[in-house]
């Protein structure tokens, strides 16, 4: 799911999220019509439970758990 998707639910307000990730709700639509800044994607994860390889693809390598040897 995306950030653009998860924002249309009809149980969901956009100002609602932007207070839980302490910024503006115009930056959560930014974000949704572009791209999650890397450094704002674990927050988001965590706020809207969208994985954060769906938030920035590109990045999935990074958020992907670690394995422990």
């Known amino acids: 799911m995306t ?12 100002v609602a999220v932007a207070e839980q990730v302490g910024v503006h709700y115009s930056r959560v639509l930014r974000w949704a019509k572009g791209r999650v800044p890397a450094e704002r994607v674990p927050e988001l994860a965590r706020v809207t439970g969208i994985p954060a390889a769906d938030l920035r693809p590109d990045l999935a390598a990074a958020f992907a758990p670690r394995e422990v040897a």
């Open 3 to 14: 950030l653009h998707e998860y924002l249309k639910r009809p149980d969901v307000r956009v």
